[in-house]
């Protein structure tokens, strides 16, 4: 993705022409973009000059700790990302505090189980379901306190293990290699789901009734 953001060149320019200063900086960019100058111009959100984006208050949030997720899904997808992925259409960025502990939970077989029954506002077909804003932020999730904050950080560093083990299963060169590495994703979802129980002080019956389809 090309981002120059509306403002960018003004800024670094100094005192130089817009167009030299551009075409000296990123020449083998300008090149390929050179063909789309004139639709370029045309456009009504361009920034300062045809080459920028227009101005846009939120993209500073692209390079921040994040949760990316998906909207319509068949399952939660909520990825912890600290590498600055943009995202667009029905893909959606979320930020702030405690992004990880989020992840935890909203990939949780607990909290999709709540979301998917009662806030998701419908279904799509017989198994989709849609993570709209709306939905999402009426579901409710345990805030940290320090009664539980020693689950939360528990909860952090399965997160932390859960990174490595996706990142060693992708890379795994043979079939038995990503067998174990997938064992082990699936023991440390348990893990996970276990604490989230606990946060929401879930009895034995409750739990059942959460991984035992059918019974709700």
Same mark, same amino acid.
């Given at each position: 993705m090309i981002i120059i953001p509306a403002g960018w060149t003004n800024e670094n320019r100094g005192k130089k022409n817009a167009e +030299?200063?551009?075409?000296? =900086?990123f020449p083998s960019l300008i090149n390929y973009l050179k063909p789309f100058e004139s639709k370029a111009k045309k456009r009504d959100d361009q920034g300062d000059y045809?080459?920028?984006?227009?101005?846009?208050s939120y993209y500073p949030e692209f390079e921040k700790e994040k949760l990316v997720y998906s909207e319509i899904v068949l399952q939660p997808q909520f990825y912890y990302d600290t590498e600055n992925y943009y995202v667009e259409a029905t893909n959606f960025?979320? =930020?702030? +505090?405690?992004?990880k502990y989020l992840c935890g939970l909203l990939n949780s077989n607990p909290v999709s189980f709540f979301f998917k029954n009662w806030y998701a506002g419908g279904g799509l077909g017989e198994e989709g379901y849609r993570y709209k804003k709306a939905f999402l932020e009426n579901t409710p999730l345990p805030p940290i306190t320090p009664k539980n904050e020693a689950n939360? +950080? +528990?909860i952090e560093t399965l997160v932390d293990q859960m990174l490595e083990t996706q990142k060693d299963f992708h890379n795994a060169k043979t079939e038995n290699d990503k067998k174990l590495y997938k064992q082990k994703i699936d023991i440390i979802d348990k893990?996970?789901?276990e604490l989230v129980y606990q946060l929401y002080d879930l009895n034995d019956e409750e739990i059942k009734i959460i991984e035992e389809p059918g019974r709700c």
């Open positions: +030299k200063f551009i075409e000296e =900086t045809w080459w920028e984006l227009r101005a846009c960025l979320m =930020t702030g +505090k405690s992004v939360v +950080k +528990k893990q996970i789901d």
